[in-house]
């Protein structure tokens, strides 16, 4: 059922559990300044409501936890990406890492170092990293996939570990601050222990 949060004529309209495109534009633009100005901390449930001009009880509808709504921010910087099929798992690793590090180079990196920093003292964001992470891991492995059916991976690594690896190494990377590393030659050094004939 269609409610108003507000009738004062300043907060935004609820359509129920169905998110309203406006509304969710409205707090996750607003959860993204304050998570740019004010850092992990400032991103309170209370502070995003008041900003976007939205009821706190939709935030918690839409996103139970502060995890999910870092998450989301970031998703939506985001927007969807599908890895390269460039016919060589080399080059598909050397792409992503390319890709990635670029991406990382504006607010979406910013974002994104915050969401892992604030997971090692956070439950909520701890989970919310760990199942993107999940995804992550799987989104890999129909990279890995195709590679296996060309017969280049060795038989000695899970698939499931080497995607371990490839995020792990493009996350250091992020952490570290060193975004200005070569796709080719970090694909090289993973390549190196997982194709046959390396």
Not at 30 to 56: F, I
Not at 125 to 133: G, I, K, W
């Amino acid at each position: 059922m269609s409610q108003n949060i507000k009738t004062d004529g300043t907060s935004r309209r609820s359509i129920g559990a169905r998110q309203n495109p406006d509304t969710e534009s409205a707090i996750l633009d607003a959860a993204l300044d304050l998570l740019l100005t004010k850092g992990p901390k400032g991103l309170t449930m209370d502070a995003v409501a008041r900003k976007a001009k939205a009821g706190k009880a939709t935030i918690y509808r839409w996103w139970p936890t502060r995890g999910a709504l870092l998450l989301a921010i970031y998703g939506r910087i985001k927007g969807p990406h599908a890895h390269a099929d460039t016919g060589q798992l080399e080059t598909d690793i050397s792409a992503f890492f390319d890709h990635v590090f670029a991406f990382w180079q504006g607010d979406a990196g910013r974002v994104f170092a915050q969401i892992i920093a604030q997971a090692q003292g956070d439950a909520e964001v701890a989970e919310a990293l760990r199942q993107y992470r999940c995804d992550r891991i799987d989104d890999w492995l129909v990279v890995l996939k195709r590679a296996d059916a060309r017969g280049e991976l060795s038989n000695d690594i899970a698939p499931e570990q080497i995607a371990e690896v490839i995020i792990a190494l493009a996350w250091q990377h992020l952490l570290i601050d060193r975004l200005d590393a070569k796709g080719a030659d970090l694909a090289r050094i993973v390549a190196s222990g997982i194709l046959k004939g390396r």
